[in-house]
């Protein structure tokens, strides 16, 4: 995991999301880096037993994973997470407010399980995948990320970009890959209302994953959350229309 940072520039943390690491902000790192001009710090520390990361708790749950998150977290760091990521955020959020200054969503939810009155994944979905995990696990992240990019215009080129940054680091260990699975049965709506700190949130009209009707219900959570909805992108827009991604960005952070 990266190390933590002391200076008097604002840092801006990104989270990777489930089965992938770091490499996922490989081409929005270098945007930001050549826009910016060193007037933030980016922080893309890999999630527990991810990437780099090969220490994670055993088991694997929420708080021992938002306590070593945290840990290499500055204060009032703007927290931006994506998918599983986004879910760490909130629950950072609600436990360290102090960590968190501001919080964004990327095509992220409170609750991923589909719940009577919560669109979301089917149960049947998460089991299979579970299943999946045990017999290839290589196999089912590619899987994965071909449903992250689903019906996206520049879809087969948005899953090359993902497969060729992932495998710059090494594979996740698979007790790690289990236990984040199963972190994404949580329900942190309750968490997700109470939040104090600004919300913001960029999403995807044709995600699978998170589907779009969510952020009028996350709307109702966070009265005075910000949700931009990219028209043509799914479940990874910070890949497929990283210049709106950019921009929003930008604007986030200011």
Same mark, same amino acid.
């Given at each position: 995991?990266? $190390?933590?940072?002391?200076?008097?520039?604002?840092?801006?943390? /990104?989270?990777?999301?489930?089965?992938?690491?770091?490499?996922?902000?490989?081409?929005?790192?270098?945007?930001?880096?050549?826009? /910016?001009?060193?007037?933030?710090?980016? !922080?893309?520390?890999?999630?527990? +037993?991810? =990437?780099?990361?090969?220490?994670?708790?055993?088991?694997?749950?929420?708080?021992?994973?938002?306590?070593?998150?945290?840990?290499?977290?500055?204060?009032?760091?703007?927290?931006?997470?994506?998918?599983?990521? =986004?879910?760490?955020?909130?629950?950072?959020?609600?436990?360290?407010?102090?960590?968190?200054?501001? !919080?964004?969503?990327?095509?992220?939810?409170?609750?991923?399980?589909?719940?009577?009155?919560?669109? =979301?994944? &089917?149960?049947?979905?998460?089991?299979?995948?579970?299943?999946?995990?045990?017999?290839?696990?290589? /196999?089912? %992240?590619?899987?994965?990320?071909?449903?992250?990019?689903?019906?996206?215009?520049? &879809?087969? &080129?948005?899953? @090359?970009?993902?497969?060729?940054?992932?495998?710059?680091?090494?594979?996740?260990? %698979?007790?790690?890959? $289990?236990?984040?699975?199963?972190?994404? @049965?949580?329900?942190?709506?309750?968490?997700?209302?109470?939040?104090?700190?600004?919300? &913001?949130?960029?999403? +995807?009209?044709?995600?699978?994953?998170?589907?779009?009707?969510?952020?009028?219900?996350?709307?109702?959570?966070?009265?005075?959350?910000?949700?931009?909805?990219?028209?043509?992108?799914?479940?990874?827009?910070? %890949?497929?229309?990283?210049?709106?991604?950019?921009?929003?960005?930008?604007?986030?952070?200011?």
């Amino acid at each position: 995991m990266a $190390e933590k940072m002391t200076s008097d520039k604002p840092v801006l943390v /990104l989270l990777h999301g489930w089965g992938v690491n770091q490499g996922v902000w490989h081409g929005v790192a270098q945007q930001l880096e050549s826009q /910016l001009d060193g007037k933030i710090q980016l !922080l893309t520390p890999d999630l527990p +037993g991810f =990437g780099l990361c090969r220490n994670y708790p055993q088991p694997y749950q929420l708080d021992a994973v938002v306590e070593m998150l945290a840990a290499h977290i500055p204060a009032q760091s703007y927290v931006c997470g994506w998918s599983l990521g =986004g879910l760490l955020a909130i629950a950072l959020a609600h436990r360290y407010p102090h960590k968190v200054k501001q !919080l964004g969503l990327i095509a992220a939810s409170p609750c991923f399980m589909a719940q009577q009155n919560w669109p =979301g994944m &089917a149960e049947a979905i998460m089991q299979q995948f579970a299943r999946a995990l045990s017999e290839n696990l290589p /196999l089912t %992240i590619e899987r994965f990320l071909a449903i992250q990019a689903m019906g996206s215009s520049s &879809a087969r &080129a948005d899953i @090359k970009v993902l497969k060729q940054a992932i495998m710059a680091y090494p594979m996740a260990d %698979i007790t790690a890959v $289990e236990g984040a699975l199963q972190l994404l @049965k949580l329900d942190l709506r309750q968490q997700f209302a109470a939040l104090t700190q600004p919300v &913001a949130g960029f999403f +995807g009209r044709l995600d699978s994953l998170v589907p779009v009707k969510v952020t009028d219900l996350l709307q109702q959570l966070q009265p005075h959350g910000q949700f931009v909805v990219a028209a043509h992108a799914s479940h990874a827009p910070f %890949i497929s229309h990283q210049d709106e991604f950019i921009q929003w960005l930008r604007l986030w952070l200011n």
